[in-house]
């Protein structure tokens, strides 16, 4: 079991940056792959990025990559998002999500993250 909170929000003008968080409790978060999915208003939630348990492996979206940057600090328990050259498309609320090793092919798809933050709005301005 593991319990998350997520912080970081808030409102930036296109071209800036945000930096998520995600702290995570109990003694386990170093086995647990994590996730940030978001979901802007009348859309489904959808993958951002993921990142593995060491912090070795780290995947995006199509639509982040080269922006965004996954990573973790496994000493801290929390997990992080750095948002650059944000967009007003980025505008929705970002999540962060935990589940224990599978096949890298269950990553990507929110059904398979049994544990989920609370969120945390993002809105970029044009």
């Known amino acids: 079991q593991v319990q998350l909170v997520n912080s970081g929000g808030g409102l930036v003008q296109a071209g800036g940056s945000l930096r998520l968080s995600c702290a995570a409790s109990?003694?386990?978060?170093?086995?647990?792959?994590m996730g940030w999915f978001r979901q802007a208003p009348g859309k489904e939630r959808e993958f951002v990025a993921w990142?593995?348990?060491?912090?070795?492996?780290?995947y995006y979206a199509d639509s982040v990559k080269g922006r965004f940057t996954i990573s973790r600090d496994n000493a801290k328990n929390t997990v992080y998002l750095q948002m650059n050259s944000l967009k007003p498309e980025d505008t929705a609320v970002y999540y962060c999500?935990?589940?224990?090793?599978?096949?890298?092919?269950?990553?990507?798809?929110?059904?398979?993250?049994?544990?989920w933050g609370q969120g945390t709005q993002v809105t970029v301005s044009s």
């Open positions: 999500a935990a589940r224990g090793p599978a096949s890298d092919g269950l990553y990507y798809t929110r059904q398979n993250y049994p544990y």
């Open positions: 990142i593995s348990w060491s912090g070795g492996r780290t």
């Open positions: 109990g003694r386990l978060f170093s086995n647990y792959v």
